[in-house]
């Protein structure tokens, strides 16, 4: 496969943003805890700037806001037009595609059901509970029954009264079926993958969530016995994957017609970089202020959600691994297939976790774990790759 097909530029190692990523996550949760703390109505009030559906607050403006710019960066470096030609080799799509979507999810699912329903269920709480929204378009009264959930009334605001550790598993899976974020375009190249099939993967596997990544979470949160808000999932599809997608295509189309392809690569994508980082930092400011009670009073939390995260991540690795080498992919297809599944894209599933459950939501919180343990974990992910390359033809 022709390494010009999908890229006009190589893509660089880490940057001082990406480098830090983790650093900036944990001093994140500590400025969110702290302003919790000194001014624990702020949060509250910027969440409340929502527009609302029947009375109930629906999107949250400023995280919209927040979110849209978070994935936009992700999607306007896709050229679609180029997605077909360039993904010729059907071995190493096939792969990613299969691992993606036909194991990861479930995988997912088992491994934080194990783990936050059973083995770290009394840690986590038999009695703890969450408080998530209301499922867009449901008109329950107070004391209603909701799957595993009630409705109870929180500040004249109905709301849905769960198990906490139910929310947490909420988290994984959308965390579980929103594969490949786009910064494993830097995992495979510092693993010295195949750069263009890097690239043509982020971009099926975008184009593919906005076919899957609705039916697989409403069926896995209904197969977990959590509130399942249709309309909620689609429209946050439409506003934080198909939006940004839209907006991506046509801008980049107008740039490059304006500007030319070597600005739009060297100097415009150079800019949205750190633009993706602050805004993902500002939404976990505001989630950690609201969130920052329950760590103070269980600084474990962080720990029982990263377990089965991490172990989901090794796994789907390795698994994506063997296969690459039972297939015959040479290095350069097999690094990348093999990290694109075990990558979470944690935009969309922190997105998603906050406009079906709330900011103040376990599952928020959840999706935002996956953002500590990512950096970490994936460069230890390209070390073992870089270590076994000679497992590989061409390694």
Known sequence: MS???????????????????????????????LLGKAAPGLAKSLDALSITVDG?????????????????????????????????SIKPVGLTLFINWAIKPFTMYAIAVFFLGTAFYGF?????????????????????????????EVDGI????????????AGCILLGIAPCTAMVLVWGHLARGNDAHTLVMVAINSLTMLVLYGPLGGFLLGVGKLPVPWQAL??????????????????????????????FQERFLHILTPITIVALLATLVLLFSFKGETILNDP????????????????????????????????????????IGASNHFEVAIATATILFGLASGAALATVVGVLIEVPVMLMLVRICLKTKGWFPNG
């Open 158 to 169: 109905r709301m849905l009264q769960v198990p906490l550790w139910r929310s947490y598993l």
């Open 300 to 339: 474990l939390t962080i720990l029982w959600i990263a377990v089965p995260l991490f172990l989901q991540t090794v796994l789907i690795f390795g698994l994506g691994y063997v296969l690459a080498k039972l297939l015959k992919l040479s290095y350069q297809d097999a690094a990348p297939s093999a990290m």
């Open 56 to 88: 109930a607050p629906v999107v949250s403006v400023p995280i919209a806001i927040c979110l849209f710019f978070m994935m936009y960066p992700i999607m306007v470096k896709i050229d679609f037009a180029r997605v077909l030609r360039a993904g010729r």
């Open 124 to 152: 986590i709480g038999p009695d703890a509970m969450d408080l998530v929204k209301m499922p867009l378009g449901t008109d329950l009264p107070v004391g209603a029954t909701y799957g595993v959930g009630t409705i109870v």
């Open 234 to 263: 689609l429209l946050s599809i439409s506003i934080y994957v198909a939006l940004p997608l839209v907006a991506g295509f046509f801008s980049r189309r107008w740039i490059i017609a304006a500007k030319g392809e070597i600005w």
């Open 3 to 33: 390494r010009q097909a999908c890229i006009t530029k190589q893509p660089k190692g880490l940057g001082f943003f990406e480098r830090y990523l983790t650093l900036w996550v944990v001093l994140s949760i500590v400025a969110g805890i």
